[in-house]
């Protein structure tokens, strides 16, 4: 009687889970609100994929992208998991959203709440070109194209010698943030008269012995701007919010060129200061 009553339980609950289909009306929803979202996407962590359709393995839920952008009204930065599902035989093929934490990376299968989900979904593909990532896929026989615009997205750093490092964005040198995140985040890092020297300045952009960027950028939401300083055999420095004093006392040395970077204690001073490291590495006047 009692495994008759939970089979029975079973046949209900899995027939409710089938009841519940996306709607068409639901994926112009879903439409919506990524494109007010992933305006901000500063990262895709993921390779992505080619124009082509995803269709192996077939009936396995697939991995396709990571990004990192911003949570809505929170100064927090969140991680979004996009899966497919690739269909075979009975088995339909779905996109899902999953969103995660700053610190948590996306597994090979969805750990946390499901935020989006289009289900009955065939032939879908991903391209991204410049700033703009598009979908295609089929959903009951009708197709559909989605557009993103994604302003935020930062490519690889390139550099001239001896010029400023330059990001590889829609606009470089401007993040764009919404109204509501502007009044808690945009230029609001940092005060006037922090110093390096007084170790009272936000080290916004860290990088760590292998000379490696590590963590977020942080140095666009520097309140009076931030400075580049000189690490020991690299050649991008870690970066701090606040007036730049190099060259004084105790205060980073200031870059003689993006070149010269990479030769040990090569920096300039004021006066009859010299370059020094410290005991971070950095190159200092002392």
């Known amino acids: 009687m009692v495994k ?31 494109k007010s979202e992933w305006v901000y996407v500063k990262k895709i962590k ?11 393995p077939l009936g396995a839920l697939v991995l396709v992208m990571e990004l990192h952008l911003p949570k809505e009204n929170s100064g927090l930065m969140i991680n979004q998991c996009l899966f497919y599902r690739v269909p075979y035989k009975e088995i339909e093929g779905e ?19 499901i935020k989006y ?30 557009e993103f615009f ?5 490519g690889e750093r390139k550099y001239n010698e001896y010029e400023p490092l330059i990001k590889k964005s829609f606009l470089p040198l401007m ?18 008269d922090d110093r390096y020297s007084q170790n009272t300045a936000i080290n916004c952009l860290k990088v760590n012995e292998k000379c490696e960027v590590i963590g977020e950028n942080k140095c666009d939401f520097c309140k009076f701007g931030h400075y580049e300083v000189i690490k020991e055999n690299c050649l991008i420095g870690p970066r701090f919010c606040g007036v730049n004093h190099c060259g004084q006392k105790d ?30 590495k950095v190159l200092i006047c002392h």
Request: hydrophobic share 40%; charged share 30%; proline share 3%.
């Open 175 to 192: 993040t764009f943030v919404n109204s509501e995140e502007s009044g808690r985040l945009y230029r609001t890092l940092g005060k006037f």
């Open 251 to 280: 205060e980073p040395a200031c870059i003689r060129g993006r070149k010269s970077m990479l030769d040990e204690l090569d920096g300039i001073c004021n006066g009859n200061l010299e370059p020094f490291l410290d005991e971070k």
């Open 150 to 154: 994604l302003v935020n997205l930062e």
């Open 117 to 146: 989900q289009i289900t009955n979904v065939k032939n879908f593909k991903i391209n991204l070109i410049d700033h703009k990532m598009f979908w295609d896929f089929e959903f009951e026989l009708k197709k559909y194209k989605f």
């Open 95 to 113: 996109i899902l959203i999953e969103e995660k934490s700053d610190d948590q990376s996306c597994s090979i299968q969805p750990t946390e709440k």
């Open 4 to 34: 008759t009553f939970v089979l029975l339980f079973l046949i209900i609950f899995i027939g409710c889970q089938k009841v519940n289909k996306t709607k068409a009306i639901e994926i112009e929803n879903i439409n919506l609100n990524l």
């Open 46 to 56: 993921s390779p992505i994929p080619k124009d082509k359709v995803i269709m192996q």
